[in-house]
């Protein structure tokens, strides 16, 4: 099992966010525009046994943002099979911790072929998809030159509750980039998107249901 070690921050200056990643020299990691769809859906058992121990069950199909067809889309499509739990301290196994100002957990990702056909699965076994999310991401990295980025993701998240970006790698990496986009520790956001969700939809008094962006007509 790997770990995942990253930190979200809110960018309410998209344009000149952009601005500072390109005087960086970061470059998308995907053609074209470097947008990739991702459709979300968290999965738990009736009683919500995954949600109370910290852990979190993900399938999510992202679809590149291409200028070509819809039937090239689907097959560039990629399905992945995400499982999260929080790190475990050796002084008390059922005691999760945090590194510094980081969030940490212990991850297994594993790439799928259909995941109509996995939901149906996990269906048989009484687990319920009960939260849905989407968003539009662009992937950045750094230049090679820069090798103390060597395993950093700078990955910019556009969302029905406004644009994030995550930044996932060495703690002290983290900490680098973020210095250099303009932000603090204090900015630092450890919380996911469905508690960012339920925070903006309190905010509003606004009933939760699923994070996904508004129908066009």
């Known amino acids: 099992m790997g770990t995942e070690t990253e930190i979200k921050l809110r960018i309410d200056d998209l344009k000149g966010f952009r601005a500072v990643l390109k005087k960086l020299g970061a470059r998308a990691v995907f053609p074209g525009t470097g947008r990739v769809h991702e459709w979300n859906v968290l999965f738990d058992t009736p009683r919500n046994q995954l949600k109370k121990r910290g852990q979190l069950l993900r399938i999510r199909t992202e679809t590149p943002e291409q200028l070509a067809s819809k039937r090239f889309q689907r097959k560039a499509q990629r399905v992945l099979l995400t499982f999260k739990r929080p ?13 510094g100002r980081h969030k940490v ?14 939901a149906t699965i996990f269906a048989g076994l009484g687990l319920r998809g009960w939260f849905r999310y989407e968003k539009f991401r662009t992937t950045f990295r750094l230049p ?35 210095r250099a986009l303009g932000f603090s520790k204090r900015d630092y956001i450890l919380t996911n998107y469905l508690g960012l969700y339920l925070q903006e939809c309190h905010r509003h008094g606004e009933k939760a249901g699923d994070m996904v962006f508004a129908k066009r007509s």
């Not at 790190?87 to 590194?99: G, K, L, N, V």
């Open 105 to 118: 957990r212990e991850e297994i990702e594993l790439e799928l072929s259909d995941a109509a056909e996995l």
């Open 87 to 99: 790190m475990r301290s050796t002084h008390s196994p059922t005691r999760a911790f945090q590194q």
């Open 144 to 178: 090679k030159s820069q090798s103390w980025a060597k395993a950093l993701l700078i990955e910019l998240d556009q969302t029905p509750i406004g644009t994030f970006a995550e930044l996932e790698g060495p703690p002290q990496a983290i900490d680098r980039i973020a």
